[in-house]
């Protein structure tokens, strides 16, 4: 969860404050883009196989599992912004780290997420179901695509990175995705943080480095230290 932090200046001339946010933007971006992902798989095997699947997604994701249909909480994780953990308030919660930010990373990045905002208001309003969003998993393509172009700065731009990665990590570990893949994710991670020492752990960066030198690792203790790498 994003936390309030003072402000100071770092050696990069980025505020602590807007390290923070610009770090959570970036996580909540790609929790977006990868939650609809995974998600699709999960619906498949709602219709064809389990009809609990979301159970195991729930699980997963760490959230709270407050649904008694699959009906209700494909409905609900969608659409309800009185859900925390629903895909349209993670969008929104891009949406105002990005509006307090929309000088560094430019109107055009920003217009992405409201796009996405708009459209996500409307298949609710007509009742769109889950394969109706490739219209949303578009437009974070391209709004991580804006963000390597538009955005110039690049400490900027690679706190945004820094907060995508971790997330990446993050759910590519927590859904058992192959060794190779988390490796190939770290592995962009630690190039996104290489000189972004002040927002970095060092203690927790070896330790995840040391558990991730064998196939088996810890997942519970790698996660630990992935997501305390964060520091401003």
């Known amino acids: ?49 389990d009809y609990n699947a979301y159970n195991d997604f729930c699980s997963k994701m760490r959230i709270e599992n407050k649904y008694s249909t699959p009906a209700q909480f494909i409905e609900s994780y969608l659409y309800d912004e009185l859900n925390s953990d629903s895909i349209i308030n993670m969008l929104e919660l891009v949406h105002d780290n990005a509006m307090l930010l929309r000088e560094e990373i430019m109107s055009e990045t920003l217009s992405y997420i409201q796009m996405s905002i708009f459209y996500m208001k409307n298949a609710r309003d007509k009742s769109m179901g889950l394969v109706d969003l490739q219209t949303i998993t578009d437009y974070m393509l391209a709004f991580w695509g804006s963000v390597d172009e538009r955005i110039s700065n690049y400490s900027i ?76």
């Open 1 to 49: 969860m994003q936390t309030t932090i003072t402000t100071k200046k770092m050696n990069n001339g980025i505020s602590t404050a807007k390290a923070n946010r610009l770090y959570w933007m970036g996580r909540y971006a790609e929790r977006v883009y990868l939650a609809l992902h995974m998600l699709r798989k999960y619906h498949d095997q709602m219709i064809d196989e």
């Open 157 to 232: 731009r690679k706190t945004i990175k820094y907060g995508k990665f971790v997330e990446s990590m993050d759910l590519h570990i927590r859904f058992g995705y192959p060794f190779e893949r988390i490796i190939s994710i770290n592995g962009r991670l630690q190039e996104s943080i290489e000189k972004e020492s002040e927002l970095c752990d060092e203690i927790k960066l070896i330790a995840l480095k040391n558990q991730l030198t064998f196939d088996k690792f810890n997942e519970e203790k790698t996660l630990y230290y992935l997501n305390g790498l964060f520091t401003a």
